[in-house]
């Protein structure tokens, strides 16, 4: 198991609301924090990926899951 003490600061961070999810915006936000140069289509398509159980927002083992896999 990973050290992801990091990767979980940077989750709450960006949940703006601290609702214990990603939505859509703060995702926006998340993505643009890390550079990366991604078209507002590109996100959403994005987001629907790590979004695996397609409930709107990223909950943080999605998260973990997206970024341990790229
Ligand atoms: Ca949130
Ligand atoms: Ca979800």
């Known amino acids: 198991m990973p ?8 989750f ?5 609301d601290n609702n214990g999810a990603i939505d859509k915006d703060e995702f926006a936000n998340l993505l643009d924090a890390l550079g990366a140069d991604m078209s ?24 973990l899951n997206w970024w341990t896999s790229r």
């Open 3 to 10: 050290d992801n003490s990091e990767l979980r600061e940077n």
């Open 12 to 16: 709450d961070y960006f949940d703006s």
């Open 40 to 63: 507002a289509e590109e996100v959403v398509i994005g987001f629907e990926v790590i979004d695996t159980n397609g409930n709107g927002r990223i909950e943080f083992d999605e998260f």
